[in-house]
């Protein structure tokens, strides 16, 4: 059987007035049911238009200009924007950052479920309403009878966030993307609704891709990672191996900034520079400007993704077997390499 949504070559073209832009730039990956993936970076990596794309919800002046987004056996670049629009509000539901981008303040929690529910099943209101209490008890929302006639400034914001991915699994979704769902949050919090996300995600057999900036909640979410960087994914592979044993010089950066990466008396280890902006990526690897490690081949060739030890392990530097060197002597025993 296929993989539940399958990723291949994606490009992202912004048409300007002065030229077109490249914001993604040949990204691949899949995912199946009941797996997460990260996609990882700093502002401007390219995660949020990678997330949109799949959902063909990339505003203008951007468009898919090449690849393909196979979902459910389904290549969605062949649908029609009818057909696109049921498969995204059916089958493949989206949880930002900010609960308030999905909950209208002016209705009650209930209104709201409830329509969408009508909205998406053939059933009655009182159908409906039961369909929104089943799935508020799935987010652990204590009195939720009570919720439903509350509107989302009565609730708090991990509450309103619960709420949201509440909404989202009314339509029984198979895939969720998640952008940013916890950023502001409390971190206490944070924590309940990544617990939540990934039990979901095994009760309702779906699939999860979790942006974000933040490594450090990746890797404790998902089995893989892809780590991107000026439009394209840099490293990828199971999260276990980026995370104790990353070979792209980037995502090493990442990790040593990590809050505890730290021997200690040691200062927060921050990557120097910041990341290129679409109109002025450097020529060769986009990351040379900011990479110690970098030589001359680094200012004029393109790495590819290549092997990077183990299985489906992949990074995209020329220098991987001085990373491997650094990897080895730093964190692991050469016979864990091969
Ligand atoms: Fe650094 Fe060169 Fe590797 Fe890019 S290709 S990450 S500049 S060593």
């Known amino acids: ?151 989302p400034h009565e609730c708090s914001g991990g509450m309103r966030q619960r709420i949201v991915i509440a909404i989202a699994l009314l339509t029984d979704p198979s895939l969720i993307i998640a952008d940013e769902p916890t950023t502001a949050l409390d971190v206490t919090i944070q924590a309940g609704i990544m617990d939540l996300l990934i039990e979901l995600c095994n009760t309702e057999n779906m699939g999860l891709i979790l942006i974000t900036h933040d490594l450090a909640v990746v890797s404790q979410v998902t089995e893989k990672i892809a780590v991107m960087y000026a439009g394209k994914i840099i490293e990828t592979g199971p999260t276990d191996l980026i995370v104790k044993k990353p070979r792209h010089p980037y995502t090493k950066g990442l990790i040593k900034s990590l809050p505890g990466a730290q021997q200690p008396g040691e200062t927060l280890n921050q990557i120097p520079g910041m990341m290129p902006t679409l109109t002025d990526i450097p020529k060769g690897c986009a990351f040379h400007p900011r990479c110690e490690i970098h030589e001359s081949v680094c200012t004029t060739k393109i790495p590819i993704l290549q092997e990077a030890g183990q299985k489906d392990h992949l990074a995209a530097c020329h220098l991987l077997h001085k990373t491997l060197e650094e990897t080895n002597g730093a964190q692991s025993t050469p016979e864990q390499d091969n």
Request: glycine share 8%; aromatic share 6%; net charge positive.
């Open 1 to 151: 059987m296929g993989h539940l949504l399958e990723v291949k070559d994606l490009k992202v073209t912004f048409a300007l007035r002065f030229g077109d832009l490249t914001a993604i730039d040949g990204v691949s990956f899949t995912l199946d049911r009941k797996e997460k993936l990260g996609l990882v970076g700093e502002s401007g990596a390219g995660k949020s238009v990678t997330g949109f794309s799949i959902i063909n919800l990339i505003s203008k002046p951007g468009f898919i200009s090449e690849g393909k987004v196979i979902f459910e056996g389904l290549e969605l670049q062949s649908l029609s924007d009818k057909d696109i629009r049921s498969i995204r509000g059916n089958r493949i539901s989206m949880i930002f950052q900010d609960p308030m981008m999905t909950l209208n303040p002016v209705l009650t929690i209930g209104t709201q479920m409830i329509e969408t529910v009508m909205a998406h099943k053939k059933v009655s209101k009182k159908e409906a309403a039961e369909i929104a209490l089943e799935k508020l008890n799935k987010v652990y929302i204590p009195s939720p009878e009570k919720r439903l006639q509350q509107y």
